[in-house]
């Protein structure tokens, strides 16, 4: 394996615990691809590969042996195996279970691997034949290729075939996911937690709209929860079809459930000329969003979003307001939150983060992205 003498930066960064190595810490290496062993003032400090993907320029790895990786990352996951009512997971999340730039998630029978570099590609074969192992129980594995390349996007690789749409299942709830269509699936498995909490009475009785809301995971959840109604407002087209089909592998009515295929900053309008209101206003932006009028971007623009739904809420009602963007902080994000609130007092009720199969790096703030706010307004 490549000896490599690094420098000070990077290495109080891998000392720290940070696994991604980030090109300003490695000056003198842009060229290097695949595994070297790390070394400052003559000790070894660990072992990484180097490829450059969205984020860095490669990953620390705690070990290169997938087989025993796979085997703890499947044995941390035990209380979603155990769960009957839960078929869907994540088991393997990057710099969270040891090795960054890949992530392998659970569809009912199925196995999703999602590669993030060029380097980690080269060892999909040893990383099957592992799985293999550890899993006997998948049927059949599909892939998504997340880095520049002339590879397909999404592919199936190994083993049966699913059907092109499926069910699983989300706390006894049904979701339609496919797995060879695009980057997306048809839920956003981070979300375990939220969903849970509109099932489990954050939604009961309430009128909920849901923005950004794709194929209408966070309605469906909150109908079942006891919403009194949904409305889901996205901008693709195809959202409709699969928001209805959530619906209806529910047996929830599409009276009460309404979708529509809309900007959002369109819909607020609309819905504020109407005079709709409603309890429970659920935001899930995508991180960066264009359209024909405008650049949307989490970081700088989510106090609009707030500031545009607050005439549509009730008293005392609720805003659920999720980002995922990695680079943005929790406090950056919280002030973001309170700038759309201006002079309106709100006060935090609950708080989410990434649920316990998607494994953080603890060391790494940026692994831990998802931040979710439920706010009440007073
Ligand atoms: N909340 C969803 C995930 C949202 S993904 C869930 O829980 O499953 C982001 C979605 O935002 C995409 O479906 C995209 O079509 C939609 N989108 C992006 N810009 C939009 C806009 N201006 N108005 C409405 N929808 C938009």
């Avoid at 290495?11 to 940070?18: L, M, N, Y």
């Avoid at 209806?248 to 369109?266: K, R, W």
Wanted: proline share 3%.
């Amino acid at each position: 394996m490549t000896k490599l003498t690094i420098n000070q930066y990077a290495a109080k960064k891998i000392r720290q615990g940070i696994s991604v190595l980030e090109p300003r810490d490695f000056p003198d290496q842009s060229s290097i691809e695949g595994f070297a062993d790390l070394y400052f003032k003559q000790r070894w400090l660990s072992t990484a590969y180097f490829s450059r993907q969205n984020k860095g320029i490669g990953w620390a790895v705690q070990s290169t042996d997938f087989l025993a990786l796979l085997t703890s990352a499947k044995a941390k996951r035990q209380p979603y195996y155990q769960d009957e009512t839960t078929t869907a997971f994540r088991v393997f999340n990057q710099d969270g279970d040891g090795f960054g730039g890949m992530t392998i998630d659970i569809y009912g029978d199925y196995a999703l691997f999602s590669w993030y570099n060029a380097f980690i590609y080269t060892l999909k074969a040893d990383i099957l034949a592992a799985f293999e192992q550890v899993f006997p129980e998948v049927l059949g594995v599909y892939e998504k290729v997340r880095f520049d390349s002339k590879l397909p996007i999404s592919s199936h690789i190994a083993g049966q075939l699913a059907a092109d749409k499926f069910l699983i299942l989300e706390n006894g709830v049904a979701y339609q996911v496919f797995l060879n269509d695009g980057l997306m699936t048809g839920i956003f498995l981070d979300q375990h937690e939220v969903r849970g909490a509109l099932l489990d009475g954050l939604a009961a009785g309430k009128k909920v709209l849901n923005l950004f809301s794709y194929t209408a995971a966070f309605s469906v959840a909150a109908a079942l929860g006891g919403a009194e109604s949904t409305v889901s407002v996205d901008l693709a087209k195809r959202s409709r079809d699969l928001s209805q089909a959530h619906f209806q592998a529910n047996h929830l009515s599409l009276e009460t459930n309404h979708c529509h295929v809309m900007d959002v900053f369109d819909y607020v309008k609309y819905a504020a000329r109407k005079h709709l209101t409603f309890d429970l206003i659920v935001i899930d932006p995508p991180s960066f969003a264009r359209n024909k009028k405008m650049n949307f971007s989490v970081a700088k623009d989510y106090h609009h979003l707030i500031a545009e739904v607050l005439p549509l809420l009730n008293r005392y009602g609720k805003i659920i307001a999720s980002t995922n963007h990695a680079r943005l902080s929790r406090a950056a994000f919280l002030a973001e939150l309170s700038k759309g609130f201006g002079r309106q007092d709100f006060e935090i009720i609950e708080e989410f983060r990434l649920p316990t199969d998607f494994a953080t790096n603890p060391a790494d703030p940026q692994s831990d992205y998802l931040k979710v706010f439920v706010l009440e307004v007073s």
